[in-house]
């Protein structure tokens, strides 16, 4: 699957214009995989690679994951992520960053310094996702100099348990809040 570069809208080789924003699309000798250069020089990612590793939404993520390569060079761009601002630990469980988790879910016990952690987040979610996924292809291609699309899926991918704790204590944490309001109500 590729990409349209100016909008990010998913086209296919087919098509000479973007049925989104009506632009040109180059057409590729070869390959039909629109490559982007790893900062490492370790190869390049297609963004069959890319589709492969992400899964869930990954027309909304190769677009932002060009933005942060320009000519083979690693460039950080502020984007806003909503999912990582307003629930920034589920987010960063849900697409196995296990160590950013880790990090935010101790600078949320801090008072103040929890909400600028979560705009910190928001504007940041797609380059630490961008660099999580970049290092984990690369360390397989390095290992098994290919990486095939079961292999992506199988080290990428998501978590889909966290939706349903995530839930779960959401619901738990609107009864405790119930229960605080209404019992003493009915203890008077």
Known sequence: ???CAKCGNAVTDAMAFCGKCGNALKKESGSTATAMSANSGSGNITDEEYTAFVQQKAEVYIPKFKQFTVKGMDNFTATWHWPAF???FSWLLYRKLYMWAAIVFVTNLIPYV???SSIVLGLSAHYLYFKHTREKINA???VSNTASAA???LIGGVNK???VVSIVLGVVVLLG???AIVIPIVMK
Do not use: E, N, R, Y
């Open 114 to 116: 929890a909400f600028v």
């Open 1 to 3: 699957m590729s990409f």
């Open 161 to 163: 348990w966290v939706v």
């Open 177 to 179: 809040i119930a229960a």
């Open 151 to 153: 292999d992506l899926a």
């Open 86 to 88: 307003f629930a920034g």
């Open 140 to 142: 397989l291609k390095t």
